[in-house]
């Protein structure tokens, strides 16, 4: 440790986070320990202003382990109840991905949740005990359009998480361009969705099911000019680790607070960028292993 | 808990409360939540207008200890005040005190 180490935190601050942490769950994890040696660490390299700041986001901060997503899951998909014209004993299950995504077969969180609705714990769920999830992942496999409007039954494009809806987007344009479903049978169902991506979704007429909206993690959440500070706080902050332009306040400035399995490049890049620099360790890294 | 850690730790919630001191003495910042923890569950700290600081039964132990330490091993209880220190200024750099926060 450097001879004039000084730490910014006081014995108030490190009691508080750890009750945080078990409050939020957070601290429910095998390497636990770690991690909150990294959060204090990661504490350390910040201004009074910008600590206040990051203190503040971090309450609001959703994480949202793989073991959780069955619960997530199952609430976005029992919002199909809803729509009282979908015969549900057949439900298809895509991955939601761009073309480009689908056709060299990469490696999407969308493709786990697509698999995960085949939990053996639907079968005791009511509303889809005798439902069949007759998951696809080749959009040419899909039944005709034809056979969709007679049978009634629901497309859904499934994903954990949804930003700025682009991927959303470019996926059910791929779709519709396979086959030229009626609108009220295609759906977009996420754990988690900005309400930017959601909104961009449903105002083209798709139907989307989430379990959980995320506002804007410092404009949605201040009144004007406290948000124009803060923002100001976080992007000197952003310019001090070496953000690019485009993912200032993350990408498409969602100004996400979210982790999933990995962590979307929509959250604020302070919680996952890895400058060059070791002397900055984000909280939630996104390298890929 | 070991007396001259617990010594240490009631200086520290009763003066700053920062924890440089616990770092350089090689506790991780898991270790010092524990501690504090621990201060907790013993009833050695509450908290006041959302700080930490002493109760009366830490402050009971904190003379306790002062006694037995009779402040003689000046290391095991010296805690530096970080709040009032600066950074170095630059021998160029004019200061020009904050008008609001003069107190004379």
């Not at chain 1, 971090?58 to 809803?82: C, F, G, P, V």
């Not at chain 2, 009032?84 to 004019?94: E, H, M, P, Q």
Request: one cysteine or more; charged letters at 30%; a positive charge.
């Amino acid at each position: 440790m450097a001879k004039r180490f000084k730490s910014k935190l006081d014995a108030t601050l490190i009691a508080e986070l750890n009750e945080k942490f078990e409050r939020k769950n957070w601290s429910n994890f095998r390497d636990y320990d770690p991690f909150f040696e990294g959060y204090c660490g990661f504490l350390e390299n910040l201004n009074d202003d910008e600590l206040g700041l990051i203190l503040e986001l971090t309450d609001d901060y959703k994480w949202i382990m793989q073991r959780d997503y069955h619960e997530y899951l199952t609430d976005a998909l029992e919002k199909l109840s809803s729509y009282s014209y979908l015969n549900l004993d057949k439900i298809y299950i895509l991955p939601l991905l761009s073309k480009q995504d689908r056709e060299k077969g990469r490696d999407k969180s969308s493709r786990i949740v697509a698999y995960q609705c085949m939990e053996t714990r639907f079968n005791y769920h009511p509303l889809f005990s005798n439902t069949i999830f007759q998951r696809v992942d080749s959009l040419e496999l899909l039944p005709r359009a034809t056979k969709i409007s007679a049978d009634k039954n629901p497309i859904i494009l499934v994903d954990d998480y949804v930003g700025t809806g682009e991927t959303a987007e470019s996926a059910l344009n791929h779709l519709l361009e396979v086959r030229e479903y009626d609108l009220q049978y295609v759906f977009v169902a996420s754990l988690v969705a900005q309400r930017i991506g959601m909104t961009r979704i449903t105002s083209q007429g798709y139907n989307f099911l989430v379990s959980l909206v995320r506002d804007r993690g410092i404009s949605d959440k201040y009144s004007p000019t406290q948000a124009a500070i803060k923002k100001d706080i976080m992007l000197h902050l952003e310019e001090r680790i070496g953000i690019d332009k485009k993912n200032e306040l993350g990408y498409g400035q969602s100004e996400g607070l979210i982790t999933m399995i990995r962590t979307p490049n929509n959250t604020f890049p302070v919680y996952w960028h890895e400058p060059k620099s070791k002397k900055w360790q984000p909280l939630f890294p996104r390298k890929s292993r | 808990m070991k007396d001259a850690i617990l010594f240490k730790l009631l200086l520290v919630v009763k003066g700053s409360g920062y924890i440089t001191d616990l770092k350089k003495d090689g506790y991780s910042y898991v270790r010092i939540a524990e501690f504090f923890n621990y201060l907790d569950k013993e009833g050695l700290v509450e908290k006041k207008d959302d700080k930490l600081t002493l109760s009366n039964t830490g402050m009971k132990r904190l003379k306790e200890l002062n006694k037995k330490y009779d402040r003689k091993h000046f290391n095991q209880w010296i805690v530096p005040e970080d709040r009032s220190r600066v950074d170095k200024l630059d021998k160029n750099f004019v200061y020009l005190p904050n008008q609001n926060e003069l107190n004379f």
